[in-house]
């Protein structure tokens, strides 16, 4: 059995077997990309965090590039049909994808049959950002802090849910990682994006949600949901009346999740180089940084190799725990 301990969700951790691929010269069009529209695939749906980052680094980049830069949202199945579409597309750079480290991470554990190979068609090119999660409850459930909602759902095994943004989704694991570190059980429900689990949760008809920071802090402000704890080691700038998980009641625990952009297999080294270190400046700006942060997220701009390494990494980690929770399609 896997130890009841957390799971640390860093970039530097984060990871599915995302190989070395062989990347295809440069040719006399990669130096003068962009020359016409890109697009940025989400596979998830508007407004939730994957999303959100993607709209404000699409917008400092379309400011660098000159060129009008798209974010298209292509949903379902775990954000695998967009990244579907991605890995089949021109490797050309004018398609790319934000994904959620789940994609890479956690699907190719989850699924039996992928319809892509996380390890063979994609090649990173650099972690966005990275924020914590914070887990929230809606107005019909008594639990004012961690503590309280262990204790009620150790009186009602199994009868509480939790919402999430899909089977093998950062928010469906970071509820696994705390029911498994907790000692609980909640019904999962999924869902095809947080946002819309968010909804429900602050509809009263399911009572938890670990979403991210970043999408739940308005529907926080507003008083929709009731935060009682983030799943990061320290309190977030962005909400720092928010207590930690570890500070709530569960001391420890710590749940990370990452938003970073993928290319095709065999996109010009000279594009991802160059995306890379465009994606990096606007991230480096007092401003940019400002907005991140705002939405309880940081900047992280690393390099392909460093991002590679990270997949891989996480995404051992990740094959352990759904052993372990005999998490499966459903």
């Known amino acids: 059995m896997l130890r009841r ?3 640390r969700m860093t970039p530097v951790l984060a990871a599915v077997a995302i190989a070395a691929v062989t990347i ?3 040719t006399a069009q ?3 990309w962009p020359s016409k529209q890109v697009r940025i695939v ?5 407004g939730g965090t994957t999303d959100v980052v993607a709209r404000l680094l699409a917008q400092r980049l379309q400011e660098a590039w000159g060129q009008t830069i798209i974010v298209e949202n292509k949903t379902g199945a775990g954000g695998n049909i967009g990244a579907t579409e991605v890995a089949k597309a021109a490797n050309d750079g004018y398609t790319l994808l934000m994904a959620s480290g789940s994609i890479v991470t956690v699907n190719p554990h989850i699924y039996a049959k992928m319809p892509f190979d996380a390890a063979k068609d994609f090649v990173p090119i650099t972690n966005v950002a990275q924020g914590p999660m914070v887990i929230v ?6 639990a004012k802090n961690i503590t309280e909602l262990i204790a009620l759902a150790k009186a009602k095994p199994g ?5 999430s943004a899909g089977i093998g989704s950062q928010v469906h694991m970071a509820g696994e990682n705390f029911l498994y570190t907790a000692g609980i059980d909640l019904k999962h429900v999924p869902y095809k994006g947080e946002s819309l689990a968010l909804t429900d949760v602050a509809g009263g008809s399911v009572e938890m949600l670990p979403g991210n920071l970043a999408a739940m802090l308005p529907f926080i402000k ?8 983030v799943t990061s080691a320290e309190r977030s700038p962005a909400a720092p009346d928010i207590p930690t998980v570890g500070e709530s009641g569960l001391p420890g625990f710590v749940n990370v999740g990452w938003f970073g952009l993928l290319a095709p297999a065999g996109t010009p080294k000279d594009i991802i180089d160059k995306v890379q270190r465009d994606s990096a400046n606007t991230l480096a700006t007092d401003d940019t940084k400002q907005r991140l942060l705002a939405v309880g997220m940081t900047p992280v701009a690393n390099n392909p190799a460093q991002f590679a390494d990270a997949i891989r990494a996480e995404s051992a980690t990740w094959a352990k725990v759904v052993r372990e929770r005999k998490i499966q399609p459903q």
């Open 222 to 229: 507003a008083g929709k949901v009731r935060a009682l704890g």
């Open 42 to 46: 989400v596979p998830f749906p508007a």
């Open 159 to 163: 009868v509480l849910n939790f919402g």
């Open 137 to 142: 409850v809606g107005p019909n459930v008594a």
């Open 5 to 7: 301990t957390l799971i």
């Open 30 to 32: 990669t130096a003068a």
């Open 24 to 26: 295809a010269p440069a």
